[in-house]
């Protein structure tokens, strides 16, 4: 069955029943209760998907098996997390050498880098930044952001050029703008363009190769990642990628009780069946702020396509949706008039750690009021509207979480 026509099985009646859809990690609660979606049309998606082979498709695509065609490329991130693979030690042990340089000899680092180079390292650094040594990140051409390092005394610190191909013009300009190319001997350099990165006077000793197969967007497990590593130690950047590969595991088992599939299948309904063409991420924790910002890219970056892969015909559905979001006790000071009372909808995330009491009793506070609106209120202009939504739930900001 086309994809289209099981679509047209489903409409907003019909989906809707009381729910209590949840799952539990070893870190992360999900909780999809608040969606109101009927378990009969979880259950029909997961069937829908196991007859299309879903599970067989995900372990061939972590495999190395060539499902990209138009770039006739594996997928080689899931190496980075797998400990049976011939990346994962490789890659640990250049960065361990690389941080051990590195903070054996500067006070400061300078990371160069944009897009996927910059926002999950970012959001890394954000959650985990160390107090032994300072991570500073820029990402463009416009002298503006870096303008305070031109001038500065920068011989106590590493500039770490992180770049796929070694021609990102912005990380390239602005590197060479606050260098002046005088201090190649405090130059690191992270890419798949390792002859280019010699070529530009960088010593071999301080390259770290990331595998052409590995996206920018999904490369925090790699040595992309480097000042994360810098900061958590190797141990700390091991728990991160075994967090990880504790879901890799449990999606490639079964399409039923599998946390991150359903996740997907809300996104499909409220995209699909709903027409929700938006996604609100909203993080109660500080440490989490930029977190939309990266999954912005995550989502946006990978889904925004309009050509089926196979035929090459126009699509006759909506892929992803539009993703935006921001840190929650600032949102409800900005956006949440339109959340609670506008006439759009989206398909809403919560976010939240245990890390923070006041931002958890927030968190709480405003679910509560999505779920319950007021329905007894007479004025209508202070009429607040159910809404639907899921939220997660992580124990700690531990790198495994």
């Known amino acids: 069955m086309k994809y289209q026509e099981f679509l047209s099985q489903f409409s907003s009646e019909s989906i809707t029943r009381t729910s209590s859809r949840n799952f539990s990690t070893n870190k992360i609660h999900i909780d999809q209760s608040a969606l109101n979606i009927d378990e009969k049309v979880f259950s029909m998606f997961e069937e829908y998907a196991k007859k299309n082979n879903f599970i ?35 890659s640990l042990n250049k960065m361990e050498t690389l ?82 190319g005088k201090l190649l001997d405090q130059t690191f350099a992270v890419t ?17 190769q990331v595998d052409l197969g590995t996206g920018g967007r999904f490369s925090i497990w790699s040595a992309v990642n480097l000042g994360l590593f810098i900061s958590l130690g190797r141990d700390g950047f091991e728990n991160l990628l075994s967090g990880a590969k504790s879901i890799d ?35 109660y924790d500080y440490k989490l702020r930029n977190f939309s910002s990266y999954a912005q890219q995550l989502e946006m970056e990978s889904l925004g396509k309009s050509i089926d892969r196979d035929t090459g015909q126009a699509l006759s559905y909506d892929t992803g949706s539009i993703v935006w979001g921001g840190y929650g006790p600032r949102s409800q000071h900005s956006f949440f008039q339109h959340l609670f009372q506008g006439t759009k909808e989206a398909n809403t995330y919560f976010i939240v750690s245990k890390t923070d009491n006041l931002n958890f009793k927030q968190f709480k506070g405003q679910t509560r009021s999505l779920i319950s609106g007021n329905d007894n209120e007479l004025d209508p202009h202070k009429k607040v509207s159910k809404r639907r939504f899921s939220f997660l739930v992580l124990e700690d900001l531990s790198p495994e979480s």
């Open 99 to 180: 941080a051990s340089e590195i903070k054996s000899k500067f006070k400061k680092i300078l990371i160069f880098g944009i897009g996927g180079s910059y926002l999950g390292p970012k959001l890394m650094n954000d959650i985990f930044s160390s107090q032994d040594i300072e991570i500073d990140f820029i990402t463009g051409s416009d002298s503006t952001e870096y303008q305070n390092y031109i001038e500065q005394d920068l011989s106590d610190c590493a500039f770490i050029i992180t770049s796929k191909s070694f021609s990102t013009i912005e990380t390239l300009t602005s590197y060479s703008a606050i260098t002046k």
């Open 56 to 90: 067989e498709n995900f372990n061939e695509l972590m495999s190395g098996e060539r499902l990209n065609n138009t770039e006739n490329r594996a997928v080689t991130h899931f190496n980075y997390r797998d400990a049976k693979s011939d990346i994962y030690e490789a």
């Open 192 to 208: 798949s363009a390792v002859n280019k990165a010699e070529a530009f006077g960088i010593d071999s000793n301080n390259i770290a």
């Open 249 to 283: 595991d449990l999606s490639s088992i079964d399409v039923n009780n599998n946390p991150a599939l359903s996740l997907a299948i809300q996104d499909l309904i409220m995209n699909n069946v709903l027409g929700m063409d938006s996604t609100l991420i909203l993080n």
